[in-house]
Nanobody, 125 residues
Framework: QVQLLESGGGSVQAGGSLNLSCAASTTLWATYCVAWFREVPGKEREGVASLDGYNRPVYAESAKDRFTISKANGKNTVYLQMNKVKPEDAGMYYC???????????????????WGQGTPVTVSS
């Protein structure tokens, strides 16, 4: 059982930056897909970014050129650096992981087995 714990959420002004962290209970990054999702009340959970075992990222269109997903070398931690934050980026951000079977890890149309509890992001304009 993989446990994930997010942190780093909070309030940010539009145009600002925020760095989210996700700590895992085990060293799994080389054999797992890891991803960040955003959930807004009344809407489906939306994939934001993912990394595969080769550290190749996939970004949702809304996150391209503004967000960066990365892993910390030697640590069981994945980050989501959010830059040029927009009001529509607000929501609960979840870290997720799942077995990596090769290929890029999709952020939509793919299920993830392990989830954290989420960290909230609010954006003021």
């Amino acid at each position: 059982q993989v446990q994930l714990l997010e942190s780093g959420g909070g309030s940010v002004q539009a145009g600002g930056s925020l760095n989210l962290s996700c700590a895992a209970s085990t060293t799994l990054w080389a054999t797992y897909c890891v991803a960040w999702f955003r959930e807004v009340p009344g809407k489906e959970r939306e994939g934001v970014a993912s990394l595969d075992g080769y550290n190749r990222p996939v970004y949702a269109e809304s996150a391209k050129d503004r967000f960066t997903i990365s892993k910390a070398n030697g640590k069981n931690t994945v980050y989501l650096q959010m830059n040029k934050v927009k009001p529509e980026d607000a929501g609960m951000y979840y870290c997720a992981a799942d077995d990596w079977l090769g290929g890029l890890c999709a952020v939509s149309g793919r299920s993830y087995a392990y989830w954290g509890q989420g960290t909230p992001v609010t954006v003021s304009s």
